[in-house]
């Protein structure tokens, strides 16, 4: 009996240590479902995924969160993971990119050339505030506010912000009306049918838009290799690209 019970636990302990856990990007999270659903498909196993800021997800994995996969928002949080050795080198490469908007309601939406010399009336109403990511930790509002400082506009802005947990928040800010604009990235617009784009950032306003991906080394088993394979594949490829990211 005491072999079997130790066989039973040695089954279940392998199974779980073949489901896999992907923390992604909150950006990414209608497009890494759609993933996980071709992926589940073609015969694996549900993945389960966890979507927040990447800076939340990082901290997650470095106090030992159990995850094979991490996805993010900036090379920042997949950089401190690596000079932790939490991720297996060899395993990281960039998967996709993404552009900065000036989103608002379509019913009222005003086309805004982001430009340098821009007045801030053009972005905001006066005493109105804007949506944005927590620029002192998630990745889409460090490049707003290196976008808003390279258009000479942080100074004037940064009281004005409304600063969210992660760039979904922002987005549902602007969505409910509780912020008449907000900046975000141009594939959580694709997926709000009351918002539209404004305006989008300059490339050279802030730093490139890469969302690099890596094995967590904890996590680092044949199907984490094969589902990091498979994201490079014709299919997830076209789902990226339906959602608008960019190569």
């Not at 076209?238 to 990211?245: I, L, T």
């Amino acid at each position: 009996m005491r072999c079997l019970l130790i066989a039973l636990l040695f089954m279940f302990s392998a199974g779980r240590a073949q489901a896999l856990t992907v923390f992604a990007a909150a950006s990414m999270t209608n497009a890494m479902q759609d993933i996980g659903a071709l992926w589940q498909a073609a015969g694996h196993k549900k993945i389960a995924f966890s979507f927040a800021s990447s800076s939340v997800l990082a901290l997650q994995i470095e106090n030992g969160a159990p995850a094979n996969l991490f996805i993010s928002a900036d090379e920042k949080w997949m950089d401190e993971l690596a000079a932790k050795k939490t991720i297996v080198p060899g395993t990281r490469a960039d998967l996709v990119g993404n552009a900065l908007v000036l989103v608002e309601p379509k019913a009222t939406l005003k086309p805004v050339n982001l430009a340098p010399g821009i007045k801030l009336s053009a972005i905001l109403p006066p005493k109105a505030r804007l949506a944005v990511g927590d620029p002192a930790h998630v990745p889409a509002g460090i490049y707003a506010q290196q976008a808003l400082t390279k258009l000479r506009l942080w100074n004037s802005l940064k009281a004005r912000l409304a600063p969210a947990d992660s760039v979904r928040s922002a987005l549902r800010l602007v969505e409910t009306g509780e912020a008449p604009a907000g900046i975000v990235y141009a594939t959580d617009v694709k997926i709000t049918p009351t918002l539209g784009v404004a305006g989008v950032f300059p490339e050279n306003s802030h730093e490139p838009i890469r969302y690099p991906v890596a094995i967590v080394a904890s996590g680092d088993t044949q199907e984490a290799k094969d589902f990091l394979a498979f994201l490079n594949t014709t299919p997830a490829g076209d789902v990226f690209e339906h959602y608008g990211f960019t190569k």
